[in-house]
């Protein structure tokens, strides 16, 4: 089976002083159809560039360096202009975390969820607002009747994020890229968006890219998760088995640096120093300057992102030891 | 995202060193800065550069075309152009800069003050400043000037009057919306007093905003001034003005071109100077437009 | 079919003619610098109202280029044996645009109407002060003005209190006072009362004072449609508008642009030149500023302007030298006068003497005039800068405040010129420098040139009158009460294809005999 | 809607108000006496001095001048002129009127679309050849003084090319050149404004989602862009007409236009002050017109103020 | 024994000048008749999303904000009204940390000045100023050399810190810490929450921490305030609340919250619709619109804030009809 998405490892880089800075580095990473993928990591770890980077959307500073993006078998960073115009929206698309901000406030909702329909259907206007409004009853926008000629402002936040999922469905794309959905929203309201997106992808076997920093998201969310670290890919695996056992020291801590609503730690588990800017990337792996278990060839050479024979993935010298001291708590 | 790395990227080095990078790649900026920096030499410099006395008339030398004797001829009085050309940008520059400092302070004083305490006093700043801005600038300019009668006095009086509400206005708006920052509040709950609160962390802060506007604020003022001196109602003979050199060489501009062509050439390079650094300094130091 | 097409042409055509304007007879297009005030023959002051005016509005004489009287509405004039009046006899066959024939009873109530109470006529009033019953009709204590006697329709007898040689020269404005009646104070926007070649038309602010010609005229009917004066107040768009084809004429205000047009050889070949009767002096205020008491202190500021130099240099020869206090042209001219020599060291000598040697102890002076004349007294500040050390500053003032006060006395040191109404050097003698004249800026105050300009007031005879002119002229130059700088020359251009238009001391003739080709 | 419009329509009042006090103000202090203005050489005529200032009302004390200017205000009578003697200042300005706003106008039309597009064109080639060519252009066209740009526009278009009248004012060909030269600097002004805010909207997030969602560029410029520029653009178009009214001044003087600009300077000059009295005032009234059109419009474009919750 | 810190039916309205044409002016019930207290060396948390007032309360608090009825006492003194000299103790003795590391410090200052200031405006002389600053700079984990650099030198980690180093130079009995850790990444909150626990422990200040995120909120407080709509709905010791809530709007707000763990199953969204309208807030109990047990007395009288058991006070007719338990099967 194809992937719906896969990114073959793929480097960006953007202008710096004095070279140009290597924002993120040979990722992989595959969405399968249906499939949700969670990609998590903190700022500065590369994630929405790589999300933008799928799109094609990276401003025209940034460059892709290496690597190709395959959407359907077939690969866009050599793709023109005519044919990423074709595949954005249809094919791919794509939401963001400020859904306040992601809509152009001077254009009626029902209008910027109808105008993907007319550019990428040839819908006429009314036949693309008659759609639109199902469209919009269909993320559960309550009156879409009404609502389809509201300005953004005009509604809540979680109505806004309805409206830019309802906008990037209209084409029933194969994959759909979501950077921090929910992240502007508030508990409540994310829960409900959360459970929209669970129900569209099965009712439409759309592969998610689903992008964020909470790894509560995740695991309720993702099917399987990849963890970034300072551009690079750490650790790839089932959600399940990630959460359970985590191979990659950066993983265990911080999913127990995570303090949680059902029960109250006396400490956090934290984890020492910074994370670093593209400009300060380390060299040998990445993590070794904040890692308890890193060794004199961490610090040396970058460790390979390697399959383990469950088919996990992680990019770790030490992946496997016993008794590391990132695994006590 | 990609707005905070290339913030940190920034945060990288000093900022000084960082902002004279980014100055001079941009090659407008530059350039404004060079003319500005000319210009400023030259009128600091006026009493060394000009070859002869600008208010020396000599009646055998009436219209010279420029030659060797005289390097852009003489005036209808025989003075050396060169030379009132070298003091005009002397004058231009010291009106426009006062005229600057008093806009700045009154303006920045009033600002603050509206801004800080809302109100009353805020009312009156921003009427006051509504009323100014309803009128034409230039209007009230040339009615002030008339009433006080022509002179570096009056031109300063008059431009000043008409430029301050602006600064007062931008001045207000800004910490209006410093008030808003966080750390205004974190001074207000450490107990930091109000005009300690306005002078160590507001005015830092606006300054930047402040040096923007001055620098394209020099360009509008030394074209009123030279728009006044056109109209008569400017610098008093025999000191040289550009707008007034400008004046009286249009009489002559197909027979002497160069008379009003110097001046003409003088005034607008100053100010194509002046813009361009003011917005480069803008794209440099606005953080609206900062990023990427 | 080919109808249609025809009428089309046509229509074009006609068209096209209506933007191209009319080629053959059309209107005179002249420009003026500002709006006249008023284009009330009445109260009218200034000089652009007076260029307009002329054409419309005549007096008993006129004066041709060279300064000579010639008879305009009366033929002939006689002064009576004692002195004390004239007898004027009035051309026939003169018509009032209205219409209406002229007769020496238009005359006597032309000055009634201008002697009415609260008028607020000008010079014309004064000129008519001496007549006998002024005053009475002035007061409204009668409408009759006594003096004034209409002998027949063409004859008219007038009687003065004292002798008043030079009345028939005056430039009066006889106009149809039926109108006046008929049409109330504003009479004058909506009739032409007077009998001039051209009658008012119209005028819109801002724009133009528009004359018709006046078909009835009795000097024979103008060959141009009308004259429109332009109005035009920066200088550098009406030479512009004159090369565009925009003007006919091109009437020249300032020294600078006269001197660009004498540079300029096209607009030479077209230019008329011509000595203005405007004398330009200095004043001298020896009540406010005590130095000025000290005759050498005058003298030094006199003698240290470079005339020939000024004259060649800052007006490029337009402008010659003036001595006296008299233009040349204008009757009562002394060519002997004696000339003021540029002398530096003198100068220097007479300040050291009075005891101001390199401008030491001479308390601050400006010198103020008007901005169009800047050029002028930086040029003479940077003079007495040069020969006598003295630092003059320029007080370079807003026309009100200037005249206000010039007219109070309160100007201390001044730059400024005297334009004849009439051409006559007593013009400049009594309003100028006669104590009790209101127009004496510098309040310069002397017995004997006072008794000399009263004689010479009340003298028929040209040759004795002339010779009191020039007593008082000396006597005014050997005080150094003031001292004569310049002459400007009038430069008007003229398109080469206008006939007729000619320039004179007094400024521009009626325009009666122009022509277009 | 309306309770907006009439909320917006009471607060000129004020502006007014300090127009007339400051206006009345301000002439006090004028030095020169108008009546010696309207006499001329003719200084020493102490009789007809005193008329004219009974006529004028220049005897009374000022707050019954005032009273009395304020009454006469009321019934839109101005009062009379100075320099023009007896004539009543309605009169002096009536042809007048338009001229000013309608030359503003008419150069704000030409400037904005000239203006916005530029500035767009330059932001969509940031740092380009092109954008400094557009850049230094635009600065040329606020920097050079307006009066020395006239000269140089009548000698190559007037009389070079002879495309245009030289001056004057009685055809439309007449305001040809002063339009011209007053949208110059107005689309400077704007092409610089119409890149900066396109810059920043180039920036925002629903720029980017339009590009998500497959537009093509047209439509991401045109009308996703486009719109959200034009919206600031238009808040400032009150302050460009202010700046254009006041730039007739020059303008109307160099091209020999009867409009209030010309007016304006003659009248100061003339101390004709209830003639820069009333002319203030309607430029005051202009402005205070033009940006209440520009609040409501503001108001109708931008959906977030016109829909009340 | 006497509470730190005593709110009494705190409110705090603003004026809602017509932001749209009709211009007509509104309340704004930001915080309505608010009582709480914070005890000697006690963290009271506040919960709520967005539009709940917790961050108005906490800015009341510290006298950003004019109160516009009920009373503040610090100490068992009268601080409502209080202005300049009045004011002197609670300036010196309540501080604050507030949530964006970026905005709080300002980028002009130097590090040194930033945290002396406090300092300076009790007078203290220079050198006083200078080892205070160094201690507690060390206190929060700062290096010295770090003393004379400018806020844009530092990670956002870092920059909390020196925020809290400002917060803790005056030693104040009280912190005032509003969404202190919400701008940071995980494996950098855990560090700063870590702190702000050793700070409590060391020097026994109060805390009132202000957050959305009742993780965070658990993890440090003693006693926890839920708001809705500007009010207290329920307050009471963490254990209590996070384990048997007795609101209803608690509950569903618990459960919302996800949790980093696939194991748990999904739960189904339990609160429909969005938050109301502080400016328009529902008549009675201002959370029937979304009460999952709404019944028609809570749409017709408001229900007081009860002390249902000790410490224990809840805003409901029915407390504890919502279990937790009907939402985590």
């Known amino acids: 089976m194809t992937a719906a998405l896969e990114l073959s490892r793929l480097s960006v880089s953007f202008p710096g002083q004095p070279d140009r800075l290597r924002v993120i580095e040979g990722i992989d990473l595959a969405v399968g159809p249906g499939e949700v993928v969670g990609l998590v990591g903190e700022s500065g770890s590369g994630k929405s560039v790589t999300a933008l980077a799928a799109m094609r959307l990276l401003p025209s500073v940034a460059r892709i360096d290496a690597g190709a993006v395959h959407l359907g078998g077939r690969d866009i960073v050599g793709a023109s202009r005519q044919e990423l115009l074709r ?53 559960g926008i309550p009156a879409p009747e009404v609502r389809v000629d509201d300005y953004p402002h005009q509604l809540s936040g979680g109505m806004r994020q309805r409206v830019m999922i309802a906008m990037a ?26 459970q929209l997106m669970r129900r569209l992808r099965e009712e439409s076997g759309m592969g998610i890219l689903l992008i964020t920093h909470d790894l509560g998201v995740v695991a309720g969310m993702a099917d399987r998760v990849v963890v970034m670290y300072a551009g690079m890919v750490m650790e790839e695996a089932p959600v399940r088995s990630l959460y359970a056992m985590p191979h990659h020291p950066y993983s265990r801590l911080l999913l127990k640096a995570i303090p949680r609503v059902r029960e109250r730690a006396d400490r956090l588990n934290q984890i020492a120093g910074t994370t670093p800017p593209a400009s300060r990337f380390p060299s040998g792996c990445r993590f070794h300057p904040r890692c308890p278990d890193a060794i004199d060839r961490c610090r040396m050479e970058l460790p390979p992102l390697e399959t383990m024979p469950d088919g996990r993935k992680s990019r770790c010298w030490r992946t496997g030891e016993a008794g590391l001291p990132s695994m006590s708590t | 995202m990609i707005g905070r790395t290339a913030a940190e990227a920034i945060s990288e080095g000093s900022r000084l060193a960082e ?192 040096i923007v506007r001055a620098s394209v604020g020099v360009g509008f003022i030394v074209m009123a001034e030279a728009t006044l001196s056109f109209l008569g109602l400017g610098v008093q003979e025999p000191l040289p003005s550009w707008g007034g050199m400008i004046r009286d060489g249009l009489t002559a501009l197909r027979t002497d071109p160069h008379l009003s062509l110097a001046a003409g050439a003088a005034l607008g390079t100053t100010i194509i100077g002046f813009n361009l650094l003011g917005d480069g300094l803008r794209d440099l130091l606005d953080p609206r437009i900062r990023e990427r | 079919m080919k109808s249609a097409a025809f009428t089309r042409y046509a229509l074009a055509a006609a068209l096209l003619a209506s933007f191209a304007g009319p080629v053959a007879a059309r209107d005179l297009r002249v420009n003026i610098n500002a709006d006249p005030e008023m284009i009330d023959p009445i109260t009218f002051s200034a000089l652009i109202a007076g260029d307009v005016l002329r054409n419309v509005y005549q007096s008993f004489s006129r004066v041709d280029e060279k300064g000579n009287v010639l008879p305009a509405l009366a033929l002939k004039w006689t002064a009576h044996p004692d002195n004390l009046g004239w007898r004027f006899e009035l051309r026939p066959g003169v018509k009032f645009h209205t219409g209406r024939a002229f007769g020496a009873k238009d005359v006597k109530a032309s000055f009634e109407a201008l002697l009415t109470p609260g008028s607020k006529a000008g010079l014309q009033l004064q000129y008519l002060q001496r007549i006998v019953g002024a005053k009475d009709v002035q007061d409204g204590k009668t409408k009759d003005l006594a003096g004034v006697s209409v002998v027949s329709d063409l004859v008219l007898d007038i009687r003065f209190t004292a002798p008043d040689v030079l009345f028939p020269i005056y430039p009066f404005m006889i106009f149809d006072t039926q109108v006046v009646a008929d049409k109330g104070p504003n009479w004058f926007m909506q009739v032409s009362a007077g009998t001039g070649p051209y009658s008012f038309d119209s005028w819109k602010r801002g724009q133009e004072v528009h004359l018709n010609a006046f078909k009835d005229y009795y000097g024979g009917a103008p060959k141009v449609d009308g004259i429109r004066f332009v109005i035009v107040p920066s200088e550098e768009t009406s030479v512009t508008m004159y090369e565009a084809g925009e003007l006919d004429v091109l009437m020249v205000a300032s020294t600078d642009l006269a001197r660009r047009i004498m540079r300029d050889s096209r607009l030479k070949a077209d230019a008329q030149t011509v000595s203005a009767a405007q004398i330009t002096y200095l004043g001298m205020n020896q009540n406010l500023y005590a130095p000025f008491k000290d005759k050498r202190v005058r003298e030094a500021f006199c003698i240290s302007i470079d005339r020939d130099a000024m004259s060649k240099g800052l007006f490029g020869g337009l402008a010659q030298p003036l001595y006296g206090q008299i233009t040349p042209g204008i009757p009562g001219y002394n060519p002997n006068v004696r000339k003021i020599p540029y002398d530096p060291a003198r100068a220097k000598k007479l300040m050291a003497e009075a005891g101001y040697a390199d401008g030491k102890g001479l308390p601050p002076l400006k010198i103020a005039n008007l901005a169009p004349f800047r050029n002028e007294i930086a040029y003479y500040a940077d003079q007495w800068k040069q020969v006598l050390g003295v630092t003059v500053d320029l007080d370079i003032q807003e026309r009100a405040t200037f005249l206000r006060s010039l007219n109070a006395g309160e100007t201390p040191f001044f730059s400024w010129g005297w334009t004849a109404d009439y051409p006559d050097a007593l013009y400049y003698l009594s309003q100028v420098w006669h104590s009790k004249s209101p127009f004496n800026r510098a309040r310069y105050s002397s017995a004997k040139y006072d008794e000399l300009i009263d004689k010479a007031q009340i003298t028929p005879d040209n040759a004795a009158r002339y010779k009191l002119y020039h007593q008082a002229e000396d006597t005014l130059l050997d005080d150094w009460g003031t001292c004569g700088i310049f002459v400007r020359t009038n430069v008007a251009v003229v398109k080469p294809n206008v006939k007729g238009v000619t320039l004179a001391p007094m400024r521009m003739l009626p325009y009666d005999k122009v022509t277009i080709n | 809607m309306s309770a907006y419009v009439v909320r917006r329509l009471l607060g000129l009042l004020p502006v007014l108000a ?292 | 024994m006497k509470p730190l810190l005593e709110a009494r039916a705190l409110s705090v309205h603003f004026p809602v000048r017509g932001t749209s044409m009709s211009g007509d002016s509104r309340l704004l019930r930001a915080v309505d008749g608010v009582d709480i207290e914070i005890g000697a060396g006690e963290t009271l948390g506040i919960v709520g999303e967005s539009g709940c007032g917790k ?183 963490e254990g209590r609340l996070y384990t048997a809530p007795l609101h209803p709007y608690t509950t569903a707000l618990l459960s919302a919250v996800p949790e980093p763990d696939p194991e748990r199953p999904n739960r189904p969204v339990v609160l429909e619709g969005d938050l109301p309208s502080p400016i328009d807030p529902p008549p009675g109990c201002t959370f029937h619109t979304r009460c999952p047990v709404a019944k028609p007395d809570c749409r017709a009288t408001a229900p007081a804030l009860r002390e249902i058991e000790p410490g224990r006070f809840v805003r409901c007719h029915f407390p504890g009809s919502f279990r937790q338990a009907e939402v985590t099967s």
Not at chain 1, 169 to 188: G, S
Not at chain 2, 28 to 35: F, H, N, Q, Y
Not at chain 4, 165 to 172: C, E, F, Y
């Open chain 1, 87 to 139: 595949i954005r929206g249809a094919e791919i698309a794509m939401i963001f975390q400020e859904p306040m901000t992601s809509l152009n406030p001077l254009f009626r909702a029902g209008f910027q969820i109808g105008e993907t329909l007319e550019v990428h259907l040839g819908l006429s206007r009314a036949e693309a607002r008659r759609r639109a409004i199902e469209l919009m009853r269909a993320v």
């Open chain 1, 169 to 194: 469905m209209a084409c029933r794309p194969k994959v759909l890229i979501a950077d921090e959905p929910t992240t502007a929203l508030d508990v409540t309201i994310q829960a409900q968006i959360l």
């Open chain 2, 19 to 210: 902002f004279s990078r980014l100055f001079l790649a941009n090659r407008s900026a530059m350039l404004g800065a060079t003319i500005v920096l000319i210009a400023v030499v030259v009128a600091l410099l006026s009493s060394w550069l000009a070859p002869t006395d600008y208010a020396r008339t000599n009646m055998l030398f009436v219209w010279e075309p420029p030659g060797d004797d005289f390097v852009l001829g003489t005036d209808a009085l025989g003075r050396d152009v060169f030379s009132r050309l070298i003091v005009g940008a002397r004058v231009s520059l010291t009106i426009a800069l006062s005229v600057l400092a008093i806009a700045l302070t009154v303006g920045t004083a009033a600002g603050m003050a509206a801004a800080w305490n809302g109100g009353w006093i805020d009312s009156l700043v921003m009427r006051t400043a509504d009323i100014t801005f309803a009128f034409p600038e230039l209007i009230i300019a040339i009615l002030v000037a008339a009433i006080l009668g022509p002179g570096i006095l009056t031109v300063i009086i008059s431009l000043s009057l008409v430029s301050w509400p602006g600064i007062a206005r931008i001045v207000r708006a800004l910490v209006l919306t410093l008030r808003g920052e966080l750390y205004i509040d974190a001074a207000i709950v450490c107990g930091t007093p109000p005009t300690q609160i306005l002078l160590r962390h507001c005015l830092p802060n606006i300054v930047p905003a402040l």
């Open chain 4, 18 to 309: 300090a127009a007339i006090v400051l206006t009345f103000a301000a002439n006090q202090f004028v030095p020169g006496d108008p009546v010696t203005v309207m006499l001329g050489d003719q200084g020493g005529n102490v009789e007809l001095e005193q008329k004219l200032r009974r006529e004028y009302g220049l005897d009374r004390p000022l707050p019954v001048q005032f009273a009395d200017y304020l009454a006469k205000l009321a019934r839109g009578d101005f009062g009379l002129s100075f320099r023009y003697p007896s004539v009543p200042v309605t009169q002096v300005i009536r042809d007048a009127l338009w001229i000013s706003p309608s030359l503003a106008a008419a150069a704000l039309v030409l400037a904005l679309p000239i203006g916005i597009s530029l500035g767009i064109v330059a932001a969509l080639r940031r740092n380009t050849l092109a954008d400094t060519g557009i850049i230094l252009v635009l600065v040329a066209g606020l920097s050079i003084p307006n009066f020395a740009l006239a000269a140089f526009f009548v000698w190559i278009f007037a009389l070079k090319l002879g495309w245009a009248p030289v001056a004057g004012w009685t055809s439309w060909r007449h305001a040809v050149l002063p339009v011209a030269l007053l949208a110059i600097p107005a689309a400077a002004y704007l092409a610089r404004l119409a890149r900066t805010f396109m810059l920043e909207v180039l920036q925002q997030d629903y720029v980017r989602t339009a590009r998500a969602k497959g537009l093509p560029e047209r439509l991401v410029v045109w009308r996703h862009s486009l719109r959200n520029v034009l919206v600031p653009i238009l808040t400032v178009c009150g302050v460009i007409f202010g700046t254009l009214i006041t730039g007739t001044v020059v303008i109307e003087t160099i091209f020999n236009i009867p409009g209030l600009g010309r007016i304006a300077i003659d009248s100061i000059f003339a101390r004709d002050y209830p003639v820069t009295m009333a002319i203030v005032m309607l430029f005051t009234f202009f402005y205070a017109i033009i940006n209440f059109i520009v609040d409501v419009l503001y108001g109708i474009v931008d959906p977030r103020i016109r829909i009340s919750r």
């Open chain 5, 55 to 237: 961050t108005t309360l906490g800015r009341a608090i510290l006298r950003l904000l004019e109160p516009t009825g009920g009373s503040i006492r610090f100490d068992g003194m009268d601080v409502t009204r209080a202005t300049g000299a009045a004011l002197a103790p609670l300036r010196k003795s309540v501080q604050a940390v507030f949530q964006d590391p970026f905005g709080s410090l300002n980028p002009r200052m130097r590090v040194s000045d930033i945290i002396g200031e406090p300092l300076r405006n009790l007078g203290w002389p220079r050198p006083r100023i200078s080892a205070r600053v160094a201690e507690v700079m060390e206190i929060v984990g700062l290096p010295p050399e770090y003393a004379s650099r400018h806020p844009h030198a530092f990670s956002g980690g870092q920059r909390q810190r020196i925020g809290i180093a400002r917060a803790l130079a005056p030693s104040p009995r009280l912190i005032v810490c509003d969404e202190a850790v919400s701008a940071l990444d995980v494996s950098i909150q855990a560090q700063i929450l870590n702190l702000l626990k050793d700070i409590q422990r060391d020097f026994g200040v109060a805390y009132l921490f202000v957050s959305h995120n009742l993780a965070v909120v658990r993890h440090l407080s003693h006693r926890v305030a839920v708001m809705y709509l500007g009010r207290i709905v329920e307050l009471c010791d």
